[in-house]
């Protein structure tokens, strides 16, 4: 049973990313979809009531936001994966701007992400973590060890 875990700002890819790597083998949770953390905690639940292996696809900034889904997983039995979308402020700004609607976030709100991201380290209690960087629509992702 496998629980991943994204961190990055808005337009790093992530969504791409589970779309191509997890979507035919893991629940997607993202607040993109169910769209109150009501919803979500619903279903994160239900993923590890089930033994579903499950992708939290949120921009999860900080330790102290990934440090629930972490401990739920982990208590849960499951092989918590992390995944950190590493990405140049200039170029999320450029890809958010081509999203279209709701899926677009005022600049300041992918600035403000920018600026609060921690990157995930292992001693989180992540037991593997990669970077996920991404350049001419594909994805090179290595392994961390911090």
Known sequence: MQAVIFTGVQGSGKTTFYNERFGATHVHISLDIV???HREREL???CLR???PFVVDNTNPL????A???AAA?????????YYFEIALA???RRNAQRAGTARIPPPGVIGTFRRIEPPTVA???DELFTVASANGTFAVTARTA
């Open 50 to 52: 089930e033994g579903r």
């Open 63 to 66: 330790a102290a936001v990934r």
């Open 44 to 46: 994160l639940a239900a």
């Open 74 to 82: 982990r208590a849960a039995g499951f092989r918590v994966t992390g």
């Open 124 to 126: 989180e209690g992540f």
């Open 35 to 37: 769209k109150t953390r």
């Open 91 to 93: 170029e999320a700004l």
């Open 68 to 70: 629930p889904y972490i």
